[in-house]
């Protein structure tokens, strides 16, 4: 299928295609944002909006909060919930935006397609027993994180606007309501994959697969076996994301397989959290109860969920189903070397090696061991050492340490760069801020308790350049004291 564009201009700057009314009806249902009684803006991403093409400054405060509420669709949108499925811990269910409506496709000045989409925006025809609404705190969460994760190199999704809706939604409490207008390359999940084989077999894989190709990889379309490649590619793009994660200590909380994009994107911020002190079997979900998503299990459960995304293309694969599972299996099977490729890249550049050794997993190794056993900060200690002294941490006197240390200084001597570029490198890849949770649950409390958003600002301001060294913000380096540690975060559904 092609993606024809029908541009038009609309308020703001919209110019908005909707290529994915054109699959065949049973992959959406056409549903309108159900109108809020007193929307009101509490965060624009100007920013963003600059890099779409969209000028949200010359919008009034009304008209804006009309905007991102859904109560004025724009005229050239056909907003649509999406038909999907996925295996939620392991279980299949068919799903479904139960609280989203995706506005359509907003084509930006260079050409690029992007989703627009509202989370939160009320019922859809999937529903089933929820309000289709979205608490504020939840939602802010989704946006603080987000913008992290973009400022510090990781492909995600990203949040646009945050709107309150001047209604409250009913959870274990009264909350305030709201929307999040999310962004993303798109909104194919492997989960949408899962609920075309079931609901239109090989054909509706095949439509669906010819689109994401279209859409995503259009440099397979014409190779010997595109769905075969598509499989290969969506594997690779996962494997470098999850590689991606586990260096920078994010932990996603539902890797189900309705929140794993076929672009490859970060998607879906609901329990999701950083960890500090480095510890393999950390899990901060509340309904993670076997930790099946915890921080290092979570390269195997990427493979698991790109297993179910290989089985809804195998009639696509070949026409032999013995060769079928063959190849897919294949494809499958080259995950862990594959994910352990970037995975080992990006922890040599983390600790300024430019050349590759034998022995550079294990030093890696020895080093993390050293952390768990110290339960030492995972952020801090990489940024630590990408300073050119060592901090005066009593932690750094430590006889292991100062073994480690040695080994990891000589196999710097053993490459030719100057110690200048390895701060350089280390410094671009160890972040000196994330969004520790004591402090993203601080602003978030402030703003959804007490409508203070000046928290909130200045915790995005510290986030937005992440590698670099800003005094005024050292404050948000410090890990928790024990009281302010934060052991469990929700799905806030
Ligand atoms: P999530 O955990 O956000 O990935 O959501 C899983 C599924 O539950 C998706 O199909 C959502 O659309 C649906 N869902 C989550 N919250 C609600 C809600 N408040 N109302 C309706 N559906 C919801
Ligand atoms: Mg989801």
């Known amino acids: ?168 939604v009913v959870r274990e409490t009264l909350l305030p309501g709201a929307i999040l207008t999310r962004v993303s390359a798109s909104h194919i999940r492997i989960g949408t994959f899962e609920y075309a084989v079931r609901q239109g077999g090989a054909e509706a894989v095949r439509i669906l697969a010819d689109y994401a190709i279209q859409r995503h990889y259009l440099d397979l379309s014409n190779t010997e076996n595109p769905y075969l490649s598509l499989l290969h590619r969506v594997i690779e793009r996962q494997a470098a994301l999850v590689a991606r994660w586990l260096q920078i200590g994010f932990i996603h909380g539902v890797m189900n397989t309705d929140n794993m994009s076929i672009s490859g994107e970060t998607i879906d911020y609901g329990p999701c959290a950083f960890m500090d002190a480095y510890d393999p079997h950390t899990v901060f979900s509340s309904i993670d109860q076997s930790g099946r998503y915890r921080y290092s299990n979570q390269p195997l459960m990427a493979q698991w969920n790109l297993a179910r995304l290989a089985e809804t293309l195998l009639p696509l694969i070949d026409p032999v189903q013995e060769k079928a599972v063959t190849l897919a299996e294949e494809a499958v099977h080259t995950f862990p070397q594959i994910y352990q490729n970037h995975w080992l890249s990006g922890m040599r550049k983390k600790l300024g090696l430019f050349t590759e050794e034998d022995g550079d997993a294990g030093l890696i190794a020895a080093l993390l061991n050293w952390m768990y056993q110290n339960q030492t900060d995972y952020t801090n200690t990489f940024r630590a050492l990408s300073a050119e002294t060592l901090p005066g941490d009593a932690m750094f006197h430590n006889p292991e340490f100062i073994a480690w240390h040695a080994q990891w200084q000589a196999r710097l001597e053993r490459q030719s760069e100057s110690s200048d570029s390895v701060l350089r490198l280390m410094q671009a890849h160890n972040p000196a801020i994330i969004p520790r949770n004591h402090r993203v649950e601080e602003a978030l409390s402030a703003a959804a308790e007490r409508g203070d958003y000046a928290p909130l600002q200045q915790l995005l301001a510290a986030l937005a350049d992440p590698y670099a060294d800003v005094p005024e913000y050292y404050d948000y380096r410090t890990p928790p004291a024990p009281s302010e540690r934060v052991y469990q975060t929700f799905c806030g559904t």
Request: overall charge negative.
């Open 1 to 168: 299928m092609k993606l024809d564009t029908q541009p038009a201009n609309n308020i703001a700057g919209w110019c908005f295609d909707n290529s994915y009314t054109r699959l065949p009806d049973y992959f959406y249902a056409p549903q309108n944002p159900v109108p809020v009684r007193a929307p009101h803006v509490v965060i624009l991403n100007h920013a963003l909006a600059g890099s779409l093409g969209l000028d949200l400054r010359t919008l009034s405060d009304a008209e804006a909060a009309a905007l991102f509420s859904g109560n004025t669709v724009p005229e050239t949108a056909h907003p649509i919930a999406q038909a999907y499925a996925g295996h939620q811990f392991g279980h299949f269910t068919m799903l479904g935006d139960g609280r989203a409506i995706l506005l359509g496709e907003h084509l930006t000045p260079s050409g690029e397609r992007f989703d627009i989409q509202f989370k939160g925006s009320g019922q859809t025809l999937f529903s089933r027993r929820g309000d289709g609404r979205a608490a504020l705190a939840p939602m802010l969460r989704e946006y603080i994180i987000s913008e992290a994760m973009h400022a510090l190199h990781i492909p995600t999704t990203r949040s646009l606007a945050v709107v309150t809706t001047g209604e409250q």
